[in-house]
């Protein structure tokens, strides 16, 4: 639980780390990170309105949205890091993210909207 | 929100008070054999996105970044904690990966949407979101995200019964027992509280676990 403080845990898998957050309400276990959703709402939803097609979300669909949202900024994220680690690079610069747009299929939607 | 100049404000859905409308009811979708703006933006901002694929209404939708930033802040501090300390993030890749989280929603509420339409529903379920990430090939998200679920269907439960209770018991001589439930209530959904003063909450929570 501790090893979330001392960051040890960055190569861990997502599962886990994101299972400890959700854990985390009970009393006792780790403090850091329980917080269930750090986006806001609000803006999520305001996103979602964006399509034309999107009539009505409930409550917990745009909370699923944000959540995999913010997991995918995670993996992003690290995926840039590995990138930059490959440059000997401490820090992860804008082409650390393309790197990681083009080596991962998932990531495929994203190709002509980042710029 | 932006509040954008736009020459037909009163016609503008975004400013023009009232129910968000699928373009199919605007005045301006009917039958008119021009490009139809389908966005719900302003008119000088619409994009017409009749007749193609979502994938590419998605990489449209996505061309006005005003309208459609997650808070620069948050994003910023997911990043920092999924990554080890010492590490730091250019200002431009930073950019990009809050505009690729920004296409990430339109593209998975997209998807999710195609689920609740198949299934000749209107409104948006969080199943319908986990059928998405299998689609969209994100299926290292389900369980976490299924975690994340019940906690926050538990949150919303205890926030409910909490105000319920306050409801039923205003006589003062069950105030006291009150107090006791709130307290209670309040130490397992205080958790799981989002938004602004996040950091503020995070200090109080820490304190309390910790007791």
Partial sequence: MEEMES???????????????????????????????????SRIKGLMK??????????????????ATELFVEVIAKDA????????????????????VDATDEFAFLEGTLD | MVRSVCPSVSQCPRTRPGAWQSPANTPTAQGTGSPIPALRLPHCQRVSTEGVPHCQRVKKMAERPEDLNLPNAVITRIIKEALPDGVNVSKEA??????????????????ANNFAMKSKRKTLSASDVLAAMEEMEFDRFITPLKDALEA???????KKEASEQKKKDKKPESEEHDKNKEDENEDDTEGVKMVDDDQKETENEEEEVEN
């Fill in chain 1, 50 to 67: 964006a399509d034309p097609d999107v009539s009505l979300a409930s409550q917990e669909a745009v909370f699923a949205i944000g959540k």
């Fill in chain 2, 152 to 158: 926050y269907k538990r949150e919303q439960k205890g």
């Fill in chain 1, 81 to 100: 890091y590995t990138s930059a680690l490959q440059g000997k690079r401490k820090t992860i610069q804008r082409k650390d993210v393309d790197n990681a």
């Fill in chain 1, 7 to 41: 960051g040890a845990t960055a190569a861990a898998e997502p599962g886990q780390s994101l299972q400890l957050e959700a854990e985390a309400e009970r009393p006792g276990s780790a403090p850091l990170q329980h917080k269930l959703l750090r986006l806001p709402l």
């Fill in chain 2, 94 to 111: 930073r950019s990009a990966i809050s505009r690729a989280a920004s296409v990430f929603v339109l593209y998975a509420t997209s998807c």
